[in-house]
């Protein structure tokens, strides 16, 4: 017997028009590629969003198309995510750091019908447009005046171009012969909305392949107190780019509750991030551990202090204990530890102190919130061993960490890879994430290691992560990681690799010896390499697969 | 085009699971019919609820049966709501408040297949045992021991029974030979969870039949931010009873976050509320205003203050202004305004400061936060004229309230009174709410009246809402009314109707005079009326209709 409530579809179009009806004057502000700060409303944003909608359709494109976007994070982006997948296409947003072969290939593999794309990446689509001939319109994100004249390269590295240009329009030349008048229409909230794939470090990269129904489900579960905990009261800054993962969903989740959005543009550096927190009054802001790195050392050189951030969400990788320290006791921001995947995206726990937390010492509750955290109802986790059997919620075990939930990817796009879960007795299929964790009693998880990163010396795990977040506190590291290398008596054994601070000395001693105490003696690394740079890949996580190729000849000290 | 993420059905089962698994042992406190306390967890709660639906299956209880609650709120109707609903029934919970002949005749309209019941509602059950043949099991909810014995009475008022002994199990006996072992089934989530009565003050009760899907989408929107703002940091005592619309859906919120359960039983007096909030810290409550004025009288007269409560939800009614100030000057507590029906879940909106109001002088937040409040995201809402034409959001043109959302009834149970919807142009539905109010440029809406009592004098609209809460705001009244008679010029003409507090002198005079400065001339009420108390409804609602009829004869000054 069905219920008798009101069957509407959870569509991603409700929720600008939600901002645009009950927020109408909310600003969503931007620093554009051009440099100048642009504002206007969420009526504005949906009345443009619409424009699009209708330009789209009007361009041919069709429901389940794929529509790519080469761009930062600012307000022709949000109407990209709103226009296209609100009309039934798909954003495919496409992560401008990977190199201009690999982009071409996602082109292809997604079978994109346009792109848009920021005069930033024209390079980019000089690079690519000779090799990607599903894309029908090539769409630069700026003023008529500003139209790029690009000619197709077919030998960059040389800088020989095929001689043939490129039909670029711009993107107000794009929408303005269309009207803002738009019903969005009524689909299955199953269908697709979004489009992102994994820069996945080995192999191809896989699309997950977002719905409609995983979006707003996701949208809310982030919102709330224990997760981002977002409100009208806000504004949300986000620094994590809305083409890693929808921006961790904050521009779904602003407009959802009203909060106030500012968009930073290409300037990720500390001095223009912290200016747009000064000048527009943001009370939160999202992003990885190396761009809060960046602000702290403005912050910190120039002797500055946040008057309005109280909040601050971290993830993509683990956040050093240090960073979450200093800006707790010296600025009173709040970091909030987060987990995620681009399969799940991405939110998947938050770490907050709870209810039977409040009366613990201080040092047990920072202990506490530099673990990954504990699940957003929607999502369900579980340690495994490699037989696929439950592991203790002890906060000791570790073990393949696996999840479930509506915002869970259940194949990737074109079932790429075959089934990728894994099923219980019951026939549920869970989602292997490939990390290592241990889970708590009270459900909070823990990021020991990546599987493939954790580095087994005589039968045990050696947790890699730990071992760099131990390293990174000491006052002459600038950026460490720990890599398992072959040892004849114990399978592999951990190196460190380190690069100094500018002008910092330390000897490899002084890091041995930094370890002392702080953790078993068996984990202390064998030797300490100094190096100039670590090898990060396209969102700024360490490239260990690259540091184990540098490091495949070295042989450790006996 | 699909995506491709995890097929899930969102049902309820699954927040109690949730909760079981990442809350295992945050506590449900419950005070019992019986006087004392009984504690246990999140963990025990799932394992009773799923002893209760093996119970409920093998007593031949089927999907889609309706099960009736008369019971206060407490950790065995918990297992009622987690138990029935996630074996795929239906828990109808019913107002014990209201005459028995009124539940017997909801419970033939139901078809209800079995009854709990709390011991304090053993007299109704006597009343309508020989009423209501569908009821195949009465269950009291009490230990064996305890089980009444009760005989059918077919002249209740003059205490003849039949002499039919009824059957009667405990709970405890109920589900104690059947295991704790069972797989939540999977099921669509259309499908029906609960079933709610309107206490319509005219007509026949009609029935709203909320399904999983409704229940969980409610319940996500009812713990965002700037809604209930609820999370694993509260201990929540829902004062609203879990049968009055789910206790506004505190019982599927506090599993979802992980907060404390704190359950009063019967025991609703000011003393009795106060003192669990103290001894069991509580964080947040909500309720009607009735409860609150005889919390903060018995507060006020013992010159207590709260040691943990930090804000409540009030609603049902309009919550006095003078109420609000007090909690917050006096006590800290912040006072949110919410507005809901059971034909919403019954979440609409609640009333929060947003960012572009921080900046306001005090006394205009003060003056906003009386307002009913925003919508939470999921729930729209219009003003229109009589002929449904959309009416301007400046906070000053009264209109009829419809709304729309994944929460709100679409039909009532059995399409009792056929379709209650209006359609717009593009045929999507509204359910007028029987409410007159203004919306404001920000979305801010206020009740101005129902639109049955709105008082309609010379073509211009008075609102009987705004001059009752003015007129509580003298230090001499208890309780105050307002409605609306006869007059031979104007149509109608407001009176007041007062209850004064024991011992408070005050004169016809001195209330009318009260108003100066207050409210325009012409809304100044004609006359006042002492009674020595006024007529509510089963949930404490003033009942307009009963003092229509008390005063039908009533004829003004001239």
Known sequence: MHGQMMDMPLLISSIIEHAARHHSDTEIVSRRVEGDIHRYTYSDCNKRSKQLANALSASGIKAGNRIATLAW????????????????AVVHTINPRLHPDQIAWIVNHAEDSALFFDLSFAPIVQAIADKCP??????????????PAISAANDLKNGLTTGVVIDIKSYEA???PHSATYH?????????????YTSGT???????????RSTLLHAYGSCLPDAMNVSAKDCILPVVPMFHVNAWGLPYAGPLVGAKLVFPGPMLDGKSVYELFEQEKVTFSAGVPTVWLGILQYVGANKLSFSTLKRTVVGGSACPPSTIATFRDQYGVEVVHAWGMTEMSPLGTLCKLQNKHLNLPVEQQQKLLEKQGHVIYGVDM?????????????????????????????EYFKADGGDPLQYNAQGQGWFPTGDVATIDVDGYMQITDRSKDVIKSGGEWISTIDLENLAVAHPAVAQAAVIGVAHPKWDERPLLIVVKKPDAQVTREELLAFYDGKIAKWWLPDDVAFVEAIPLG????????KLREMFRDYRLPT
Chains 1, 2 share one sequence.
């Not at 909230?189 to 979004?194: Q, S």
């Open 202 to 212: 080995t192999g191809n990269p896989k699309g997950v392949l977002y719905s409609h």
């Open 174 to 176: 794009f929408i303005a």
């Open 73 to 88: 994070n600012g307000y022709r982006h949000m109407e990209l995510y709103y226009g296209v997948g609100g009309m039934g």
């Open 382 to 410: 579980k340690v495994v061993d490699d037989a696929g059997n439950d592991l203790p919620w002890d906060g000791k075990t570790y073990g393949n960490l696996l999840v479930r939930g509506p915002w869970v990817v259940k």
């Open 538 to 545: 396209a969102t700024g996580k360490i490239l260990k697969t």
């Open 134 to 147: 599903t894309i029908k319109h090539w769409v630069a994100l700026c003023d008529a005046d500003k139209t």
């Open 184 to 196: 969005w229409p009524e689909f299955d909230e199953r269908n697709a909305v979004a489009l992102c």
